[in-house]
């Protein structure tokens, strides 16, 4: 009976006895470019450690091993490391605190305050790693997002749960358009990650593009151009999870990332650096492989979640489409909005092709009138540019078809619809109605050109 007692008891307590894992510290042998290696580290890949310098410690991240080597990651400068410092595993892995007072906050890539407004308050704690979602927990995508842009709630109308891409070369209005949206969105949250920018750059957005009246609702992850690669990397995944936490408390969130270009380059240092083989234009096959789960991650959430409708900005060097990190985010998304170099010379902002863009989710989310008028004027903009060079040079006699005379007649309508200034805000609503009115205006201008041309018959 006593024995049967002692069992039970020990039954008992073992549930209340945690098995603790050894830290088995290591030593440092090996420093190339931002790379360590440790022999004797025992640490998963994905764990971080603790690396002793002469300037105290500092935190790196496992990102690799073979046989005995430790390959490992800093999140800050290798100023002060020494041959030979101790490598020490830590218990548990840094994580981000979450809570309501993000909003208005600025954080770097680990989520710790850059704003000088002390600490965050920890509402939860959520692992940088999160499980995928099941796909058919998710809701449809039923409703608009009204992102204040005339053009894009116009002709590539954008959905609650939407992932798209904004795809430009340098210097052609991305970060502007960027701060248009957040000023002009009715999302209820706004996440703005900074990702390998310049410095600079990160404060401009915040005060002059941002604005206090952005800001107010708005969450500014900035991992700067001089960060290390696992903080490039660490910005975007901490953007994407702060967009999580304020989905699952049933908001809808509108999540700015500029840019997955240096997400992927980041990835690719990383990679290189630890031995993977190079596979395209020098892209490791493991950037194709994080590429579609950062993405995945936002989009509509389940029952009493949220959304996270997403914009990611796309670097084309030498405006070329074809990149592989273009052409690889172009296959995972759900549309792309194509901003043009020409428009942008000609001082054609925000400088949106909507030709050569387009929103999957358009159909969906927006009546058949709607539809019907954003193609019917998508075609007299397509059909302008194919002679434009004809109408240029005056080699197109005028009333050769009528179809090129209204759109020659449409076409300082349809610019200027397209244009709008940096602070201006356009509802969608509003939007529909200028949208409905181009239609109006032409069919008008095609009456009148049959009268007269009635007119000069009967003569």
Do not use: W
């Not at 931002?34 to 105290?56: F, K, P």
């Not at 995928?132 to 002709?155: C, Q, Y």
């Not at 593009?209 to 609702?217: D, V």
């Not at 539809?371 to 005028?398: T, V």
Request: aromatic share 4%.
């Amino acid at each position: 009976m006593e024995s049967s007692q002692l069992c039970q008891r020990l039954k008992n307590s073992e549930a209340f006895i945690k098995p603790q894992a050894i830290a088995v510290a290591g030593r440092l042998v090996r420093v190339v470019g931002l790379t360590l290696e440790a022999v004797g580290v025992r640490a998963h890949v994905g764990s971080q450690c603790l690396v002793e310098t002469s300037q105290g410690e500092l935190i790196a991240e496992v990102v690799g091993f073979a046989q005995e080597k430790t390959y490992l990651m800093p999140e800050q400068s290798l100023s002060g490391v020494m041959p030979g410092a101790r490598v020490m595993p830590i218990a548990e892995k840094q994580r981000i605190p979450l809570s309501m007072d993000l909003l208005g906050r600025v954080v770097d890539g680990v989520g710790k305050p850059l704003d000088g407004k002390g600490p965050i308050k920890v509402g939860e704690d959520y692992h940088y790693d999160a499980s995928p979602k099941n796909p058919l927990l998710r809701r449809a995508i039923t409703e608009h997002l009204d992102v204040g842009v005339r053009s894009i709630n116009s002709f590539l109308t954008v959905g609650k749960g939407q992932r798209m891409g904004l795809f430009a070369g340098s210097g052609v209005g991305k970060s502007v358009l960027l701060g248009m949206m957040t000023r002009g969105t009715d999302a209820d949250v706004i996440v703005v990650g900074l990702v390998g920018e310049r410095g600079r750059e990160v404060k401009e957005f915040i005060e002059e593009i941002l604005g206090e009246e952005g800001r107010a609702r708005s969450v500014v992850v900035a991992a700067p151009a001089d960060n290390s690669p696992l903080m490039r990397l660490k910005g975007c995944e901490t953007a994407v999870q702060i967009s999580e936490y304020f989905r699952d408390q049933g908001l809808n969130v509108l999540l700015l990332l500029d840019s997955i270009t240096r997400y992927a380059q980041a990835q690719r240092e990383i990679a290189l650096a630890v031995g993977e083989p190079p596979a395209t234009k020098g892209y490791p096959p493991s950037v194709f492989s994080k590429l579609p789960q950062l993405v995945e991650r936002a989009g509509q959430g389940g029952d009493g979640q949220g959304s996270i409708t997403a914009f990611y900005t796309v670097l084309t060097e030498g405006d070329d489409m074809q990149d592989p990190i273009a052409d690889a985010a172009r296959a995972i998304l759900d549309g792309h909005i194509v901003l043009s170099r020409e428009l942008a010379d000609g001082g054609h902002y925000p400088a949106v092709n909507i030709e050569s863009s387009i929103s999957r989710v358009m159909p969906m989310v927006t009546s058949s009138e709607h539809q019907q008028l954003a193609q019917q004027i998508k075609q007299i903009y397509s059909l302008y540019q194919q002679n434009k060079d004809l109408i240029a040079i005056g080699a197109y006699s005028k009333g050769s078809d009528p179809r090129i005379d209204q759109a020659i007649n449409l076409m300082p309508i349809i610019n200027f619809f397209l244009q709008q200034t940096m602070t201006d805000i356009i509802p969608y609503d509003q939007s529909l109605t200028q949208l409905q009115e181009i239609i109006a205006a032409g069919e008008a201008q095609a009456a009148q050109s049959q009268v007269v041309q009635n007119q000069a018959v009967k003569g």
